[in-house]
């Protein structure tokens, strides 16, 4: 088994909705459902969890996250990069807790459906095939080769993407997929390098989730809607 740490990133600020990580959904804080579904899979040799507020470590650490460090005021900006905190939270964890990292996975709180078996998959693809990262997805609604336009140099609007032919009908169009925020896989060497600082690389892997995965908490509806789908049954964390 590779030596696997498991990072969960959540931030106190939050200029779209204040406190999500810790809100109440479905009587239960929002991150508790990611931190229970990295410690039931069981794969990780830590779950950790990285922020700059003392509640969220304070609410991660009763959901049995670890929270070894706090995060850096410059990492936990609205304008920060993702990876940079994620390499620091590897860092930290290696000089704290003694290891070095194989394999560094990061889950998403605001993007909570997901299961065991996505995760067991991710990790055989990961293994199997050695990309530089991997990442979730899901099938993109909207297709840039059928029906999303935008603005050329002399300011008229046309497909973004065009091929040889005019597609009429969106089954035609070349397969889209929708970065779904819910589950990356990072190499370490690739993860460590600073000059990297996205998860979209020429040497990447996906992972496909059902299309009901692809809801990233961003506004209070998508919260009301989640929570919706929890109560009727529909969806189980």
Same mark, same amino acid.
């Given at each position: ?69 706090? %995060? @850096? *005021?410059? +990492?936990?900006?609205?304008?920060? !990069? ?7 939270? /590897?860092? #930290? ?36 095939? %050695? @990309? *530089?990262? +991997?990442?979730?997805?899901?099938? !993109? ?7 999303? /336009?935008? #603005? ?86």
């Amino acid at each position: 088994m590779q030596n696997i740490l498991l990072t969960i990133g959540a931030r106190g600020g939050s200029k779209g909705f204040r406190s999500k990580n810790i809100r109440d959904l479905a009587g239960r804080p929002l991150i508790c459902y990611t931190i229970e579904q990295a410690l039931k899979w069981g794969k990780a040799k830590h779950v950790i969890v990285s922020t700059d507020l003392d509640k969220i470590a304070y609410v991660s650490k009763k959901c049995g996250a670890e929270v070894p460090f706090m %995060r @850096p *005021d410059m +990492l936990a900006t609205d304008t920060a !990069a993702k990876l940079p905190a994620i390499r620091h939270a /590897v860092l #930290e964890s290696e000089r704290i807790f003694g290891e070095k990292y194989e394999i560094i996975v990061d889950l998403d709180a605001t993007a909570p459906i997901r299961t065991i078996e996505d995760l067991d998959n991710c990790l055989r693809i990961f293994i199997n095939d %050695r @990309p *530089d990262t +991997l990442y979730s997805v899901v099938y !993109a609604h909207k297709n840039p080769y059928f029906n999303m /336009v935008e #603005e050329n140099d002399d300011g008229n609007y046309a497909l973004s993407k065009k091929l040889g032919k005019t597609i009429v009908r969106r089954q035609d169009a070349p397969k889209v997929y929708s970065l779904n925020a819910s589950i990356y896989f990072y190499n370490r060497d690739y993860l460590l390098n600073e000059k990297n600082n996205t998860c979209l690389t020429d040497n990447s892997k996906i992972y496909i989730m059902d299309d009901i995965a692809g809801i990233d908490i961003d506004r209070e509806i998508d919260f009301k809607f989640i929570e919706f789908l929890i109560n009727e049954g529909l969806v189980q964390l």
